[in-house]
């Protein structure tokens, strides 16, 4: 008989139980306005959120290519236990959810899903498609030396894109994923005005050239804007092409640089923001492996 122990999910693998789910159930928090958020970056577009009532979100943790040929990332994403595990999209630096220890996996969610003091939203949308303001111009590239269609409404599953609100303490909280730019009016419509916009933003304009993410944000009423798949030295390698968001950042005179990888925010604070620009840089909340390797024999 075949072997089949590394195929599929692989939760009955997991030592972890969902008990604080089961206490959370039983308390049955209601969702209040009161209390602050933990907002903590995790590299890539990786973020966990710690809600008031203690429930944990991590939105798109990140993976190297499956086919194994070439790495983006320098090190596997870091052993995470959550509550919740969601992905806006099935590529690989957003996809990694089989990596966590989680209770609950909401994998390209389309609908709503609501728990203890929690609802999260998923807006079916699609993928950038259009890449020309980029140096390299992939998905372009992707088009000529590949199947995979890029381009809606034919494209292939990887390059539909579910956009993401978290409405947790009074806010609204939306991760943007790989979304295009111009989604059509009714996505728009339903995004509504929103907190704290969780936005790809890199020196390289790899999803969204810098004018097309300050539209989204204009667009979105944005009160804080944290920028996210960017290119971190000691996080991902240089064959990704990424690169630091930090041009982009400095031209806003009020940008904040978080001094940690997981910031408590609270709602008060986000709600007196306007258009503020709030960045982790290189710092994340996890222990970065050391990458100096040792001399042969040491």
Not at 12 to 33: C, F, V, Y
Request: hydrophobic fraction near 40%; proline fraction near 6%.
């Amino acid at each position: 008989m075949k072997d089949r122990s590394s195929e599929g999910l692989w939760a009955w693998r997991q030592p972890e139980n969902h008990n604080h789910m089961i206490e959370l159930q039983e308390a049955a928090p209601a969702a209040s306005a009161d209390g602050a958020i933990e907002l903590a970056f995790f590299g890539g577009s990786a973020f966990r959120i710690t809600t008031p009532a203690g429930l944990t979100l991590m939105l798109d943790p990140w993976r190297n290519p499956p086919w194994g040929t070439w790495d983006w990332y320098l090190y596997d994403f870091p052993a995470t236990q959550v509550d919740v595990a969601l992905s806006t999209h099935a590529h690989f630096d957003h996809d990694g959810l089989h990596q966590l220890s989680a209770n609950v996996i909401l994998d390209r969610l389309i609908g709503t899903y609501s728990f203890a003091d929690v609802t999260i939203t998923g807006i079916a949308d699609k993928h950038v498609s259009d890449s020309r303001h980029n140096a390299y111009d992939w998905a372009e590239m992707t088009r000529r030396l590949t199947h995979v269609g890029t381009t809606p409404p034919d494209n292939w599953r990887s390059f539909d894109n579910c956009l993401l609100i978290v409405e947790v303490a009074g806010l609204r909280i939306l991760h943007w994923g790989d979304n295009r730019p111009n989604p059509p009016e009714r996505v728009w419509e339903q995004l509504g005005q929103i907190d704290i916009l969780l936005l790809p933003v890199d020196g390289s304009q790899h999803v969204l050239s810098y004018e097309q993410a300050d539209a989204i944000a204009e667009r979105l009423k944005a009160r804080l804007i944290v920028p996210h798949h960017y290119g971190i030295w000691d996080v991902t390698t240089r064959g990704s092409t990424l690169l630091p968001p930090d041009s982009w950042v400095n031209a806003r005179a009020d940008a904040i640089w978080a001094e940690t990888g997981a910031m408590r925010l609270d709602p008060a604070f986000v709600k007196a923001q306007a258009g503020r620009v709030f960045c982790f840089g290189e710092k994340v909340a996890f222990d970065k492996p050391a990458l100096k390797a040792l001399p042969k024999g040491a």
